[in-house]
C-alpha cells in the first residue's frame, strides 16, 4: 500500500492544486488518470467514485473516495497538519480561503474544459470569442487579487506569510492555466512573484501538468 | 454595538446561505443592502471593503472585512462553534464541504446575475438562452448531488445527519434561487425533502431573500 489513490489529470487546475497540497504534505499516492478530452471520467466505474464525474477525487486506504478538490485539501490539513495549509487565528484562515475562493469559485468555474465546451455548443464560441471568455474571468478576480495580495502586510513570500498554503495551490494552478490564453500577467505583479516564489518549489513544480504521467 | 456589518443583497444566493449561517448561529447584523441591478456593490466605498465588489462581506465589530461566503462561515463555525455547521470527524468535514462545494463551485459561480448578464453581451443570449443555461448548470450537479444524499446513510434530516449544516445553507439557497427559472425538482427527491425540512425553520426563512428588507 503506497498511499491514497489520486484520480486526476494532468491539465486539470483542480487536479494541479490537490497534488501540490499532496506534495507540501509530503504524502505520496498513487497516480491514475483520467483522460477528459476522451470522457475518461464519464464512466461508470469513475461515477461510482465521484458521481459528479469530475477531477480530482482521492481514495483512501479504507475505500473512501473524497471529492472536490477544496474539500480534500482541508481534510489533507486536518489529518497530517504539518506542514500547516492554513493559518491558526480564524481571521487569517478567512483571508486565506477567501483568496483560494475567489480562484476556485469565481475564475475556474468558469473556464474549466466543460463550460469552454458549452460556450460553443450553446453559443457557437469560435477560438477567439473562447479565450476572450477565459480572460474576462481571469482578469475580473485578478485585478482584486492583486490588490487582496500588494495591500495586506500579512502577504509574505507566499499569499500569507512566507510559507505556501491553501491559496498559493490555487494561485499557482491558476496561473499555469493562464498561459493556455496569454493572459497579460504584467498586470499583476505580486501573483506573478508569488507564482515564481511556488514555481522554485519541488513540491509545486512536480504538480506542474508538464510533469505528470499523462501529460501530452 | 449589535454585532457585525453584513454587506449583501436580499436575492444573492450567497448572501441567503451566509444570513442563514448567521442565523442558525444565533448572531445579531446590521443589514447593509447593496442593489446589484444599480450596481451599488461597485462603488469605490464598497471596494474598499471588498475588492471584488461581490457581495456578501462582514465587517467584524473590529472593523476587519471578510469576503467569500464560504469563507465567512467558516471562520463563524470557528469562533462561535456551537451549533457546528461542520461535523466533527475529517471524513465527513470532507463530505459536507463537498456537497457545499458542489453547489458554491459548480452551479453558482455560473448562474449568478454577472455571469447571466455577460452570456447576454457576449453572445447575445435571450431569456430562453439564459433560462437553458441556468437550467443546465443546476440539473448537472443536482443529479450527483441527489446521488450523493440519498446513497448515503450519513444523510439524514439535513444533508449530513439530523441537524443543519453548511452543506444545508448552500442547497437550500440554490434551489430557492432555482425558482426563478422553474427548475423541475420532482427529480431531485432527496434534495427537496432537506430543503423543506430547511425551510421549515425560523434560522432559514428568516435568511430567504423575500424576508429582507430591501426585497423588491
Known sequence: MT???????????????LRAALNLK????EYVAHHLLKGE??????????PQ????????????????SLAI??????????????????????????????????IHPLNNLRVLRYIKSAFGA????????????????FVPIEAMLAEDKRTGRFCHGDLPGLADTC?????LNNRRFSIDMSRYPTVSRI??????????????PNNQPDAE
Open 53 to 68: 464525474g469530475l477531477v480530482p477525487a482521492l481514495v483512501l486506504n479504507d475505500g473512501t473516495a473524497l471529492i472536490q
Open 26 to 29: 509530503g504524502l505520496d499516492y
Open 126 to 141: 469560435d477560438d477567439e470569442a473562447t479565450a476572450d471568455w477565459f480572460r474576462h474571468w481571469v482578469d475580473e478576480t
Open 195 to 208: 507564482f515564481e516564489e511556488c514555481a522554485a518549489m519541488q513540491e509545486f513544480q512536480q504538480a506542474a
Open 171 to 175: 494561485l499557482y494552478a491558476q496561473v
Open 73 to 106: 485539501i482541508e481534510y489533507l490539513d486536518e489529518v497530517h497538519p504539518e506542514p500547516a495549509l492554513l493559518p491558526k487565528a480564524p481571521v487569517d484562515r478567512a483571508r486565506v480561503r477567501a483568496l483560494a475562493y475567489a480562484v476556485a469559485c469565481d
Open 41 to 50: 471520467h464519464r464512466s461508470s466505474a469513475y461515477l461510482s467514485i465521484n
Open 3 to 17: 498511499g491514497p489513490i489520486l484520480h486526476n489529470y494532468f491539465r486539470s487546475s483542480t487536479s494541479t492544486r
